[in-house]
T-cell receptor, first 113, second 112 residues
Framework: NAGVTQTPKFQVLKTGQSMTLQCAQDMNHEYMSWYRQDPGMGLRLIHYSVGAGITDQGEVPNGYNVSRSTTEDFPLRLLSAAPSQTSVYFC????????????FGPGTRLTVT | GQQVMQIPQYQHVQEGEDFTTYCNSSTTLSNIQWYKQRPGGHPVFLIQLVKSGEVKKQKRLTFQFGEAKKNSSLHITATQTTDVGTYFCAASNAGNNRKLIWGLGTSLAVNP
């Protein structure tokens, strides 16, 4: 099993550009989530999904969209990048909700200039 | 909303010294998880505690869940340089759509 994979590993965007961060898992997990990590801020939940076709907002959803058309994939879209979105983004999956062990991808380091 | 407070924010120890990080909540928790993140890496699951007063050990690491299920601790005995990283607690509460609420982490530095 590859576990949770994320692409790209690094990305530099200009303000106003859009892009999609990819996340995939091969463990047949129902629950997937996106976090951003900034120095001193810990992990903040952006969006999460409890299964294919179902998504919901976390604590910092503004400027981001998600969709979950399959169990395996959970892409995160930045609509119009801003310097405040410079961060490290982690995708995570688990069997079912936050009650279970979270498996994290390696992360995407995004810089917006 | 529910918060999980984690202290200390940073800890610098000499190799061989012990280390403890604490997580505290004002509300009762369903369970608490602990993760370790090495510098430049991603969080990796260490353990989950579910029962009141539960104590679990993994080699030099001891995890405790308080009797009231409102606090937890991670204790490392005789730290090694391989213990360097940030330790996070994350708590689940049945009332918050079963999302995890994360502490801000404790960054551990170990002097050889």
């Amino acid at each position: 099993n590859a576990g949770v994979t994320q692409t790209p590993k690094f990305q530099v965007l200009k303000t106003g550009q859009s892009m999609t961060l990819q996340c995939a898992q091969d463990m047949n997990h129902e629950y997937m989530s996106w976090y951003r990590q900034d120095p001193g801020m810990g992990l903040r939940l952006i969006h999460y999904s409890v299964g294919a076709g179902i998504t919901d907002q976390g604590e910092v959803p503004n400027g981001y969209n998600v969709s979950r058309s399959t169990t395996e994939d959970f892409p995160l879209r930045l609509l119009s990048a801003a310097p405040s979105q410079t961060s490290v983004y982690f995708c995570a999956s688990s069997y079912d909700s936050g009650d279970y062990e979270q498996y994290f991808g390696p992360g995407t380091r995004l810089t917006v200039t | 909303g529910q918060q999980v407070m984690q202290i200390p924010q940073y800890q610098h120890v000499q190799e061989g010294e012990d280390f403890t990080t604490y997580c505290n909540s004002s509300t009762t928790l369903s369970n608490i998880q602990w993760y370790k993140q090495r510098p430049g890496g991603h969080p990796v699951f260490l353990i989950q505690l579910v029962k009141s007063g539960e104590v679990k050990k993994q080699k030099r690491l001891t995890f405790q869940f308080g009797e009231a299920k409102k606090n937890s601790s991670l204790h490392i005995t005789a730290t090694q340089t391989t213990d360097v990283g940030t330790y996070f607690c994350a708590a689940s509460n049945a009332g918050n759509n079963r999302k995890l609420i994360w502490g801000l982490g404790t960054s551990l530095a170990v002097n050889p």
